[in-house]
Each structure stands twice: as structure tokens, then as C-alpha cells.
């Protein structure tokens, strides 16, 4: 507790956990009571073990409401008032981020570098040291080497997370002339299989506004845009590729912007659009590389398809896309000025 969750002196509460208590807003999986004749201390404990967080799960079980009934349930001696709340995210990696500001993200790995504890109870320590001896297994052989084969370590045979670790750690190591350094990771799982993203760009490719929803109306502008690679790469049919996104920010499908925005508005943005996109295609054109195409999609403006073999290594992978990549944002810097 102390180590994790920053608790002062933890040896002198009365700790006791329950799992899974049912309230109106959701089941939070562990809550974990604290409590003293001074203080008291409920912290939520939210573990997503090879899962993604439920649609606003962590701002359901932030709001009052909830916290409220997990007090009630609780049976603590101190009043709600005084009562410190704290709240944990617990996942493999830590760029699951949730949807709650007051959750604090802790990896399984954070607890093997921080705890280190043996039970009084021969039998549970034994199924204790098991736990720890699968987190220790899993998280051995993430870190990706220059010379590996890209395509090797990331279709390897193996758990799909500790793919997309090698993954996030190689696209981290990319290092753009043009300031690319925003980069986001996301998954897609669908049919079977999975698909890893990670979306690249750079602070000056998003509008300083964001469109918001007020009675059922989205207020969108010139300046409610996202610019940015997304790059997929599809574990099953051993794909990479680099779309050019012009979206909303954030992101709402074409027909449903249409259709709940004022024409006049939407328009505003689709003219910003379509002017930065023309300029982009005619750079394109000039440049006639054949690896840079020119797209018209809701929210592909372009794309880059780089032939990769099962010889490349990630040293070369990297130079590779972000040569091309640094092209492209170059004519994105370019079209930017140029349409205000």
C-alpha cells in the first residue's frame, strides 16, 4: 500500500478487501477498505487483465453516487465527508489510459519491481509465487533489438499483448526531422484477430478548438481538425501501411457530422478541408514517388504502402516509414500555412 498506492504507515490500518460489490453505476472488481481510528481510506481497484475498460466505467464508479454506496457498504466507522478515496487502473500496460481522471494507472509490472512480500500461509505464498512467476514470464522478452526481423518479432507465436508491446517500443523509437512526436497506440479486434494503431503526428496538426454537442447540435469549425498518420499494422495478413487522416477532433463519422451540425458550420470546416487536402495531392503529384498516394476518403487524405520483406530489420523498418512519413508532414506543414 505505500509503495503502490501511497500510503503513510499503512502497517497501522485494518486492511480488508471484497470483490466484486454491486452498485447502480457498475461492479467495481475490488475495493479494498482502510481504515483507523483517525482515518479512513476506500480505494477501487479496476483490473483489466488483457481487457479494455467498458464504455466510461471509470467515470461511472468516480461519480458520487457510486462512492457513496461503496461507503455505505464498507461499514466504516468515519464519516463520508472524511473519508479519502482513491482509485486504481491496474492493467499489463500502462498506455491503457482510463476514462476517469482520478484512476491512477499501475501495471502489473509497477507491483513486480515494487512488492515483494512473502504470506505467512505456506499454501497461499505457494499460489502467490506461482502469480508473480507468470507476470515475471510474460514480461521477459519485450525489448526489440535493431537487427531483429520487424516482421519476425511482431508475427511471432505468441500472446497478441506482448506483441503489441514489441510494437508500441518500436514505434516509440522513431525519430522525425519534421517534429512528429505525438503518437498515441490504440488496438482493433475483430473477427479473430487483431490489429494494432498508432496514431503519429504533431502539435500544430490540431486545431485549438474541439467540436462539442449542445442540444443535440455539433459546433464544428475551420479549427476543429485532427491531422495524423494512423498506422495499422494487422498481425494476420502482415500489412503496414501509413493513411493521412483530415478528421474532426475528436473524430465523428462524415453522415452523422452532417446530419447534426448547422450547414453553415460544416461547411466552414469541409472548405479548410478540402483546400489543405487539394494542396497536398498536387505536392503529391510532383513528387511522383509511387509509394505516396493521393486518397479521398471521409478521413483519408493520402496514403503511404511501403513494401516490407521478411529481411528488414527494424533499424531499417524506422528509417524507412519515417523517410516517408517526414515527406508527407513536410507538404502538411506546407499546405497549413498556406491555407489559413
Not at 512480500?117 to 535493431?146: A, H, M
Not at 496514431?199 to 479549427?223: A, F, T
Request: charged residues 35%; neutral net charge; hydrophobic residues 35%.
Amino acid at each position: 500500500m505505500e509503495k503502490i498506492v501511497k500510503v503513510e504507515n499503512a502497517e497501522l490500518y485494518n486492511v480488508k478487501a471484497k470483490a466484486r460489490i454491486s452498485t447502480s453505476l457498475g461492479i467495481p472488481d475490488i475495493v479494498v477498505t482502510m481504515e483507523n481510528k483517525q482515518k479512513a481510506i476506500i480505494l477501487i481497484i479496476e483490473n483489466k487483465l488483457k481487457a479494455d475498460e467498458g464504455y466510461e466505467q471509470t467515470l461511472r464508479y468516480s461519480e458520487e453516487n457510486c462512492k457513496k454506496k461503496l461507503y455505505e457498504y464498507s461499514n466504516v466507522n468515519i464519516k463520508y465527508e472524511d473519508v479519502e478515496f482513491k482509485s486504481i487502473f491496474l492493467t499489463l500496460i500502462t498506455e491503457q489510459i482510463p476514462s476517469s481522471k482520478e484512476f491512477v494507472n499501475i501495471s502489473y509490472k509497477d507491483l513486480l519491481d515494487n512488492v515483494n512480500i512473502k504470506l505467512e500461509d505456506n499454501y497461499l505464498n505457494r499460489v502467490y509465487c506461482d502469480f508473480v512467476k507468470i507476470f515475471e514470464d510474460f514480461y521477459k522478452g519485450l525489448d526489440v533489438s535493431e537487427e531483429d526481423k520487424v516482421l519476425e518479432i511482431l508475427c511471432e507465436d505468441m500472446d497478441s499483448e506482448k506483441v503489441y508491446i514489441r510494437f508500441m517500443n518500436i514505434m516509440r523509437g522513431l525519430k522525425s526531422k519534421t517534429g512528429l512526436s505525438r503518437c498515441v497506440f490504440d488496438r482493433v479486434n475483430a473477427k479473430g484477430r487483431a490489429s494494432f494503431i498508432a496514431k503519429i503526428s504533431k502539435d500544430s496538426w490540431c486545431g485549438n478548438e474541439e467540436i462539442n454537442l449542445k442540444d443535440d447540435v455539433y459546433k464544428v469549425s475551420d479549427k476543429t481538425f485532427n491531422i495524423h498518420f494512423e498506422e495499422p499494422f494487422d498481425i494476420f495478413n502482415k500489412k503496414i501501411k501509413l493513411p493521412l487522416h483530415y478528421e474532426t477532433n475528436p473524430y465523428i463519422p462524415k453522415d452523422k457530422l452532417i446530419k447534426k451540425s448547422k450547414p453553415e458550420d460544416y461547411k466552414k470546416y469541409n472548405d479548410k478541408r478540402d483546400s489543405v487536402k487539394e494542396i497536398i495531392h498536387e505536392k503529391i503529384s510532383i513528387l511522383n514517388d509511387s509509394n505516396i498516394k493521393k486518397y479521398n476518403g471521409s478521413n483519408q487524405i493520402a496514403s503511404i504502402n511501403i513494401d516490407i520483406d521478411l529481411n528488414v530489420t527494424v533499424r531499417e523498418f524506422k528509417e524507412l516509414i519515417i523517410n516517408y512519413m517526414d515527406k508527407v508532414s513536410t507538404m502538411v506543414d506546407e499546405a497549413l500555412i498556406l491555407v489559413k
